[in-house]
């Protein structure tokens, strides 16, 4: 068995595609005192600001954005996490290098598309 050790340029990145109820505040998941339990990288503490930058990024990408992994590790771990441990995500994607991102859709969209589609 042969072991690379180096850069594999056909290298493939999971994206997950997540619907978050609107009623899930992220506020009320995620404090100052919770944050630790989702934060599986360890290291430095998190601070306030750093605290406000997830919870914005987590809105951000409700209000339709992406966020990439390798834009902003820490946040994209630790939501993950949390979308994992909620059970907001239906499905995965396989794509190239670098692109763990999450995503997440709209249910009201996606409730009227299974429905115009049948399901």
Excluded: Q
């Excluded at 042969?2 to 340029?9: G, L, R, S």
């Excluded at 992220?26 to 601070?47: A, C, P, S, W």
């Excluded at 996606?110 to 115009?116: A, Q, S, T, W």
């Amino acid at each position: 068995m042969k072991i690379k050790t180096d850069f594999v340029t056909n290298s493939s990145s999971i994206s997950y595609i997540c619907v978050v109820p609107r009623s899930f505040n992220i506020r009320e998941v995620l404090d100052m005192t919770t944050i630790n339990k989702y934060d599986e990288n360890g290291g430095e503490e998190l601070t306030y600001e750093e605290l406000e930058k997830i919870i914005s990024e987590f809105e951000s990408v409700r209000n339709g954005n992406e966020l990439y992994r390798e834009n902003s590790y820490r946040s994209y771990d630790i939501l993950n996490e949390i979308v994992e441990e909620k059970d907001f995500i239906i499905s995965s994607v396989d794509g190239g290098p670098d692109e763990n991102k999450l995503i997440f859709l709209d249910p009201d969209l996606l409730k009227e598309k299974l429905i115009k589609i049948g399901i």
